[in-house]
């Protein structure tokens, strides 16, 4: 093998390192032999190395490096020529009459130039010096002689000059008269042309002053003056403006926006993570708000580093436009080990969102959307039969009431009878987990290579995913006044985030501020998948995006209250962004639940309380359960037995104007009315006697025949 090092050794000899020999030998310094030299390019005392040093500069210029930018710079580009070309279209009648009155004045101007040319001025002033002197001489014949010639060839030339101009004029007026009118529109032009360039004064233009309407016009002069008054560039000395940045791409037109990628200058001390707890500032700089502006650090795997920053400014708010209709409304099923398609960014970019093996957690003020982008991904997996429902709302409204098609279990409302429901439903939920897990330990590499759940585990041994979904989580732990038990349950929900995704639960919780009295960070720190709408301030923000991702641009509270069905979602430790979620109507949810229903009848996967659901059950056979019968249930959904008091205050927290007035003796008549039989007026709860009401006899008023086929 070759030696790797050669070094002069006291001008005498040459010691070697041999990969073969690993020892140094003494060798005697022979002759040098003439070597075949390459002279380096860039070695001082070479005379073409300047000629051929090869720039380290891109070929095509910024604009057309790449087909995206080349397709966002023609489109802008063709944008902008329509925008001029219906601005001046308008305004066509102002331009004629304006160049009609610019080319009268300019044959003014022509007609009083030509003048002194036409009425023989030169001649003048030679006929005009000798009448002077005639007059001086009367008796001189030479001079009278020669006053005669100079006025006879003035008056000649006059003739001629005046006579030229006349067939001239007359000459074109016939062509233009008698030729066609495609001829006689450029001949007009030919001829008005020069009159009304003629015509114009010093600060008259012949066409309006058009300022395109763009909100946002960005160069690399205003992107280093932002970052300056912000604090992130030094301000030079006298006319030396400070160091600037570099500009690796743009600013250049990117869709309905501009982009730029560029590099902070070394030696400031500062990095893309300073530039990106900035942004409400840069954004004032630039004249837009913040919601305008969308940056990111370029990673190495990108090609960045760490004071390398893409920064996108849209022309307009990107989020006030309409939402777009989910997918999902018109999907005839889906497989949850795709990503869920979830809305759009900024710049119309689609965006999905895996969530096997992932846990989510939506936070944010009431009514901006929360539970619309929280039923997004559940109404995903409606749409998969190997799917099992797990649902419990706090809130207890119409948002999640149709999930009783297809929920194997379903909580509504905090009262205490709905918390016991819940903790029994935890208990299912971890019983099945430890169960899975059994299974999964015995399994063979061969069919469970990573000891997670694939599709093929799902089908073959009966194991659905599971998506657990929580609204309004607060409510719970609210309701929860013992400690103890609340801690149990904080640690039960925990477990199943934690330990759960493996074995197929899907995590979906929600809940508004959640700050360490409602949700503990003990259950919070562990969702991988966050989404906030609008909160108050960073603090917020944090506490439902994470610590610390506001100053890394993830802040919820930029957003305001026009942004509904808008979130700040983060995927990952470094991964954001800002989406306008897809629209779901309730409406269509529901219809989902109906269709999800029917999948899950035909698969085989329709269990718990879905199945045994009497009201859905009879509507599906066509029988219309009366209304006081289907909302007395609704009302004993997790009670087997209530009495007359508690129902009644149920009944009119559902629906005060219907039931406000009701009394016992009411309720009774009209459940009697329905079809409602009681074996028994008296019920006993928890060793208390008194008068109720039996979910079996409530039940019993549906007849058997819409029950079964």
């Known amino acids: 093998m070759t030696d790797i090092l050669e070094r002069p050794m006291n001008g005498h000899a040459v010691v070697k390192v041999s990969l073969l020999k690993p020892r140094y030998t003494v060798v005697p310094k022979q002759p040098a032999a003439e070597p075949d030299v390459v002279e380096a390019v860039d070695l001082p005392d070479n005379p073409l190395a300047d000629w051929l040093t090869v720039p380290d500069l891109p070929v095509l210029p910024v604009w057309a490096r790449t087909p995206a930018l080349l397709k966002a710079n023609t489109q802008a580009l063709g944008r902008l020529c329509w925008w001029h070309t219906r601005f001046h279209g308008i305004r066509v ?28 001025q030169d ?81 008259t233009q012949l066409l309006d002053q058009a300022a395109p309407p763009l909100r946002v016009d960005m160069s690399a002069q205003q ?42 200058p070394k030696g400031g001390g500062k990095t893309a993570a300073d530039v990106l707890a900035k942004r409400t500032t840069i954004a004032a700089e630039l004249g837009v708000d913040e919601i305008q502006v969308v940056m990111a650090r370029v990673r190495r795997a990108q090609g960045g580093n760490a004071g390398r920053v893409s920064m996108w400014v849209a022309d307009d708010d990107p989020y006030l436009a309409d939402p777009v209709q989910s997918p999902l409304a018109k999907a005839e099923r889906f497989s949850l080990w795709e990503p869920v398609p979830f809305g759009q960014d900024a710049r119309g970019n689609r965006v999905a969102v895996p969530v096997v093996w992932q846990s989510m957690f939506f936070g944010g003020l009431p009514r901006r959307g929360k539970t619309f982008t929280q039923r997004l991904l559940t109404a995903a997996g409606l749409l998969d039969p190997y799917v099992r429902h797990y649902v419990a709302d706090f809130k207890g409204g119409q948002d999640w009431m149709q999930m009783r098609q297809v929920a194997h279990r379903l909580v509504l409302g905090a009262e205490d009878d709905a918390i016991e429901a819940f903790k029994a439903m935890l208990d299912e939920l971890l019983t099945e987990m430890e169960r899975r897990f059994a299974i999964l330990r015995e399994l063979p590499t061969s069919i469970c290579p990573e000891g997670k759940l694939t599709p093929e585990i799902v089908e073959r041994y009966n194991m659905p995913f599971i998506f657990f979904t929580v609204d309004e989580l607060q409510e719970c732990f609210i309701a929860i006044s013992d400690e103890k038990e609340r801690k149990a349950v904080i640690d039960d929900m925990a477990r199943i985030a934690r330990r759960g995704p493996a074995a197929g639960f899907i995590s979906n919780y929600a809940s508004q501020r959640p700050d360490a009295e409602s949700v503990p960070t003990k259950l919070r720190e562990i969702i991988t998948i966050r989404a906030c709408t609008q909160v108050t301030d960073q603090t917020s923000s944090d506490m439902v995006l994470g610590k610390g991702k506001a100053s890394m641009g993830a802040d919820a509270s930029v957003l305001s209250e026009d942004h509904k069905g808008v979130v700040v979602l983060v995927t990952g430790p470094a991964s954001f962004a800002t989406v306008k979620n897809d629209l779901l109507t309730t409406a269509e949810f529901n219809a989902l639940c109906a269709k999800g229903r029917a999948m899950r009848k035909e698969a085989g996967q329709l269990t718990g309380d879905a199945a045994g659901d009497v009201m859905t059950e009879a509507g599906e056979h066509g029988y219309r359960v009366p209304a006081v019968v289907s909302d007395v249930l609704e009302a004993m959904r997790h009670a087997p037995r209530m009495f007359t008091r508690d129902l009644l205050q149920r009944l009119v ?49 549906i007849p058997a025949e819409y029950l079964t086929r």
């Not at 301000?235 to 940045?245: C, L």
């Not at 008549?669 to 006899?697: C, F, P």
């Open 223 to 264: 992107l280093n003056d932002a970052l300056r008054a912000s604090g992130l560039l030094k301000s030079g000395k006298g006319d030396d403006e400070g160091p600037k940045v570099s500009c690796i791409m743009g600013p250049v037109r990117d869709g309905q926006g501009w982009a730029v990628v560029f590099d902070l």
């Open 93 to 120: 009648p102002k331009y004629a009459v304006k160049t009609v009155w610019l080319a009268s004045r300019g044959f003014y101007r022509a007609t009083v130039g030509l003048w002194p040319t036409l009425s023989a």
């Open 653 to 701: 927290v559902m629906d005060e104007d219907t039931y406000g007035d009701w009394d016992a003796e009411k309720l009774a008549k009209e459940l009697e009315l329905a079809g409602v039989k009681r074996v028994s007026k008296q019920v006993k709860i928890e060793g208390t006697n008194g008068a109720g009401y039996h979910r079996r006899d409530i039940e019993g008023a």
């Open 123 to 203: 001649h003048t002033a030679a006929v005009k010096a000798l009448r002077a002197q005639s007059r001086a001489k009367p008796e001189d014949v030479d001079l009278a002689t020669r006053l005669q010639m100079a006025h006879a060839a003035r008056t000649r030339t006059r003739r001629w000059r005046f006579g030229a101009a006349a067939v001239g004029v007359a000459g074109a007026a016939i062509g233009l008269y008698l030729a066609p009118p495609l001829l006689q529109t450029g001949m007009a032009g030919a001829i008005v042309t020069p009159l009304a360039y003629l015509g114009r004064g010093e600060h």
